[in-house]
C-alpha cells in the first residue's frame, strides 16, 4: 500500500512550483515529515496528493493511479488537513465531524455509531470538552486538533497534514505528535509538514526536504539534518547539537555569512 510520486510538475498561474519531483515510496507505518522554507511548495504537494490542485506526472496509492480514482474511494483512503482551516460554520464540532464520515457518500454507520465513532475521534486529539461547540467559536488551536480529528473521521490509510501543530501550546503539540506517530504504527501513512526541524528529528522517520520545488535531501533525519544542509537551504549559520539525552537540536545562530 506503497504511495509513490513520479515526475511530479505543478504550476500556479505561470510559476512553476514543482519542476520533475519524485521520491522514493513512502510506507505504510512510516511517519514523514515534509519541510522546508516558506513557499518551497510544500502546501502544493500536500494539495497535489489529496487531489486539490492540478499536475502533471504520476501519483500512485498502492499501484492505483490517484487521478483516476473515484472521489468517493479517495475521500475513505486519503485524509487531508489543509494549513488554512474552516472555521467560520455553526456546525458543532460533533456534527462537523459526521459531515467529514459522510464526505465523498454516506458512511455505512447507523447515526448512534457516528456519534460513538466521533466521540471516539474527538478522544484521540483530547478535544472530547469540545463535542458540543460550534467550530465558529474555537480558538486557533482548538480548531487545528478538531481538524486533525476531522481528517481522521474515515479512517485513512493515507494522513496528509499541513502544519498540524502551527497552532498548539507545548503540551497539545506533544500530544498531536505523539499521535501522528501512533496513528502510522497503526499501518497508515503520515504526511505532515512541520518547520520545527528539532521536532521532526524526535518524531520523523523520514525528513523530506523540500526548496524551490523540488527535493533536497530525503532520510532518517540523524542522517541528514546537518549545518551543511541548513546553511544550503535556509539560508543560515546552524548547528546541530545532541542535547543531554542525545536528542537533535537545531540551533539557529543567524543569517549565513
Ligand atoms: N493561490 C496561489 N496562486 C498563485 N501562486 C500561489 C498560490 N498559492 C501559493 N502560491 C505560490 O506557490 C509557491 C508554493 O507555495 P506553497 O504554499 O506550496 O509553499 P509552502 O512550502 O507550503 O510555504 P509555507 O511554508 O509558507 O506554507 C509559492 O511561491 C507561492 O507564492
Given at each position: 500500500?506503497?504511495?509513490s510520486?513520479?515526475?511530479?510538475h505543478?504550476s500556479?498561474?505561470?510559476?512553476?512550483?514543482?519542476?520533475?519531483?519524485s521520491?522514493?515510496?513512502?510506507?505504510p507505518g512510516?511517519?514523514?515529515?515534509l519541510a522546508?522554507p516558506?513557499g518551497?511548495?510544500?502546501?502544493?504537494?500536500l494539495?497535489?496528493?489529496?487531489?486539490?490542485?492540478?499536475?502533471?506526472?504520476?501519483i500512485t496509492?498502492a499501484g492505483?493511479n490517484?487521478?483516476?480514482?473515484?472521489?468517493r474511494?479517495?475521500?475513505a483512503?486519503?485524509?487531508?488537513?489543509?494549513q488554512?482551516?474552516?472555521?467560520?460554520?455553526?456546525?458543532t464540532?460533533?456534527?462537523?465531524?459526521?459531515?467529514?464520515?459522510?464526505?465523498?457518500g454516506?458512511s455505512?454507520?447507523?447515526h448512534?455509531?457516528?456519534i460513538t465513532?466521533?466521540e471516539?475521534?474527538l478522544?484521540?486529539v483530547?478535544?472530547?470538552?469540545?463535542a458540543?461547540r460550534?467550530l465558529s467559536g474555537?480558538s486557533?488551536?482548538q480548531?487545528?486538533?478538531?481538524g486533525?480529528?476531522?481528517?481522521?473521521?474515515r479512517d485513512?490509510?493515507?494522513l496528509?497534514?499541513?502544519?498540524p501543530t502551527?497552532?498548539?501550546?507545548?503540551?497539545?503539540q506533544?500530544?498531536?505528535?505523539?499521535?501522528?506517530?501512533?496513528l502510522s504504527?497503526e499501518?497508515?501513512?503520515?504526511?505532515?509538514?512541520l518547520?520545527?526541524?528539532?521536532?521532526?528529528?524526535?518524531?520523523a522517520d523520514?525528513?523530506v526536504v523540500l526548496?524551490?520545488?523540488a527535493?533536497?535531501?530525503d532520510g532518517?533525519?540523524?542522517?541528514i539534518?546537518t549545518?551543511?544542509?541548513?546553511?544550503e537551504?535556509?539560508?543560515v549559520?546552524?548547528?546541530?547539537e545532541r542535547d543531554?539525552?542525545g536528542?537533535t537540536?537545531?540551533c539557529?545562530?543567524?543569517?549565513a555569512?
Open positions: 500500500m506503497s504511495l510520486l513520479s515526475g511530479l505543478l500556479r498561474g505561470r510559476k512553476a512550483i514543482l519542476t520533475d519531483l521520491t522514493a515510496a513512502f510506507e512510516q511517519f514523514i515529515v522546508g516558506n518551497a511548495g510544500k502546501s502544493s504537494l494539495r497535489a496528493i489529496a487531489q486539490t490542485l492540478p499536475y502533471e506526472g504520476q496509492l492505483q490517484l487521478k483516476a480514482m473515484k472521489r474511494e479517495r475521500a483512503r486519503i485524509g487531508y488537513m489543509p488554512h482551516l474552516e472555521s467560520h460554520s455553526d456546525l464540532v460533533l456534527d462537523s465531524l459526521r459531515v467529514a464520515m459522510n464526505a465523498g454516506a455505512t454507520l447507523s448512534g455509531a457516528q465513532c466521533a471516539e475521534l478522544a484521540r483530547g478535544c472530547v470538552h469540545l458540543t460550534a474555537l486557533g488551536g480548531r487545528q486538533s478538531v486533525l480529528a476531522q481528517a481522521l473521521a485513512p490509510e493515507l496528509l497534514l499541513d502544519e502551527a497552532a498548539l501550546d507545548l503540551s497539545m506533544f500530544r498531536i505528535l505523539a499521535e501522528m506517530k501512533a504504527r499501518g497508515r501513512i503520515v504526511i505532515a509538514v518547520h520545527d526541524l528539532t521536532q521532526a528529528a524526535r518524531w523520514r525528513l526548496s524551490q520545488g527535493v533536497t535531501a532518517a533525519p540523524s542522517e539534518l549545518p551543511e544542509l541548513l546553511g537551504v535556509y539560508h549559520n546552524a548547528r546541530v543531554s539525552r536528542e537540536l537545531i539557529v545562530d543567524g543569517p555569512t
